[in-house]
């Protein structure tokens, strides 16, 4: 079943970047009787899985919505075990990573994070530094409100200090000053778990993503239902507000 999805998908239109919102964990758990620390627990198989699956594709780019601000205010048992899960995890997968030649990046507000977690964040970012391979993107302790927040400080203070000319500020403008301002947008957006929210989620960046939206749980992920998310989306017409007859008449001039 895997083999023959992944022979339908067309190699020259892979999305360049995919984001995914992992939800459906705690839901996963609750219904085979267990707290919702197990369904974390098991949604690790999930990363796994799709990470590889993206870098066996030739992904550029894979971000994984991991843990929002929002998060912070669940119950501080959940929030301690999520973050003695990551770093077990990162500390695990940090071979794998360079095994894979992957590079780890993190985006959010790092310093929310317990010391102990920030340290290993940073350990995994420096030995996976060099690779060259697929960029995985894990947001943690992100929300885009707080990320363009953040943005907007910055600008004002350059602008107040001279360095921005505020009559010159544009759209690269602001993207420069976003925590995703290394990185291309997102072309395609998966969330598991039946739920059809962005949910405080690379708000700016998913201006012409696909949204794709599954019932699949997100420990049940695999490569086969990233594999039906890219297929769906190589089936649809990515127009950035032209007429597809103007798609057209591009296509026939460069072709």
């Known amino acids: 079943m895997p083999e023959d999805l992944l022979s339908k998908i067309d190699t020259s239109k892979l999305p360049h970047h995919i984001a995914i919102i992992m939800d459906g964990n705690g839901r996963w758990a609750r219904e085979k009787g ?8 098991h949604g690790v198989e999930s990363v796994r899985d799709i990470v590889e699956g993206c870098a066996e594709l030739g992904i550029g780019y894979l971000t994984l919505y991991a843990f929002s601000t929002e998060n912070w205010d669940r119950p501080k048992n959940e929030v301690d075990g999520l973050m003695e899960l990551l770093v077990d995890t990162i500390r695990k997968e940090v071979s794998i990573l360079n095994k894979n030649n992957i590079k780890l990046h993190v985006i959010g507000d790092k310093d929310m994070l317990p010391e102990y977690a920030r340290n290993e964040l940073q350990e995994a970012l420096d030995m996976t530094s060099q690779n060259t391979g697929l960029n995985l993107v894990m947001a943690l ?12 400080k910055h600008i004002a203070i350059d ?23 290394n990185f291309p947008d997102p072309e395609l957006m998966i969330r598991t778990s039946g739920e059809y929210r962005i949910s405080n989620f690379l708000l700016y960046q998913l201006a012409y993503a696909e949204l794709y939206f599954t019932n699949t749980r997100w420990p049940d992920f695999r490569k086969v239902n990233l594999y039906e998310a890219i297929i769906d989306f190589q089936n649809r017409e990515r127009r950035f507000g032209k007429t597809g007859d103007q798609l057209t008449s591009n296509a026939a001039l460069t072709s």
């Open 34 to 41: 267990q707290d919702r620390l197990y369904g974390h627990f």
């Open 141 to 152: 302790s992100y929300s885009s409100r707080w990320e363009l927040l953040n943005a907007v």
């Open 159 to 181: 602008v107040k200090e001279g360095k921005i000319d505020p009559e010159q500020i544009d759209q690269n403008t602001i993207q420069q000053y976003l925590a995703t301002s």
